[in-house]
Structure formats: structure tokens, C-alpha cells
């Protein structure tokens, strides 16, 4: 169970999620920089773009969703790696996500799986 320590930035509009799952990946070793928004995390990825390793971003969020996150952070860069969390199977959502080379996750969060993709990018 050794696993490298990742910068991550993880974004839900959700403060339960958010705070429970920062500790999760704290837990596992990560360095977790929290954001309550789209808008939040791409300023921080703006003025610390290559500071962070991952991106985990959740896709149903008010004002900018998770996928239009995504398409920002793309436009910067190309090979973050990016997981996108959603409580609904959206086949469209499904379907941007992928082209954008993000893995999807679905909501309840299985940690394991989580911490498993998180290795393997």
C-alpha cells in the first residue's frame, strides 16, 4: 500500500463531500487543496496551474459545471490527469468527460477505486 503523494485539487459544491472526502485523501498521504466551486478551482489552477498533479472535480455544481471546468483546464493544459465524480449517469456528460481524457467516477465515492485510479494515472 504505498502510494506516491499527489498535489490534488479537488472541487464539490458540497462542504460534507468536500471536508470527508479532503480527509479521505489526506489519509491516504495526498496533499489536498480544497475548492466549494468550478469558478474557485480554476482561479487556483490559474495562479498555481503546474503545482498541481490531479484534478478531481465533481459534475453537477452551480454556475460552471464539472465538465465546463474540465474544458478550461484543457485549454491550459493537456495532460493533467482529471477525475470527474457524478451522482448521475448523463451518457452526454459520459461522453465529453471521456473526450476530454478525464476518468469518471459515480457518486457514492468507493475510496478504494479512487485511491486504485488515482495510482494509475
Do not use: W
Not at 455544481?61 to 478550461?72: Q, R, T
Not at 477525475?83 to 457518486?107: C, Q, V, W
Request: aromatic residues 6%.
Amino acid at each position: 500500500m504505498n502510494h506516491k503523494s499527489k498535489q490534488l485539487l479537488l472541487v464539490d459544491d458540497d462542504q460534507t463531500v468536500l471536508d470527508m472526502m479532503t480527509e479521505v485523501l489526506t489519509d491516504f498521504g495526498h496533499y489536498v487543496t480544497s475548492a466549494p466551486s468550478a469558478r474557485h478551482a480554476l482561479n487556483l489552477f490559474m495562479s498555481a496551474g503546474n503545482a498541481f498533479d490531479l484534478l478531481i472535480t465533481d459534475i453537477c455544481m452551480p454556475e460552471m459545471n464539472g465538465v465546463e471546468l474540465i474544458k478550461a483546464v484543457r485549454a491550459h493544459n493537456e495532460t493533467l490527469p482529471i477525475i470527474a465524480i457524478s451522482g448521475f449517469s448523463e451518457p452526454d456528460a459520459h461522453n465529453e468527460i471521456e473526450h476530454y481524457d478525464a476518468r469518471m467516477l459515480t457518486k457514492p465515492v468507493d475510496f478504494l477505486a479512487l485511491q486504485q485510479t488515482i495510482d494509475a494515472l
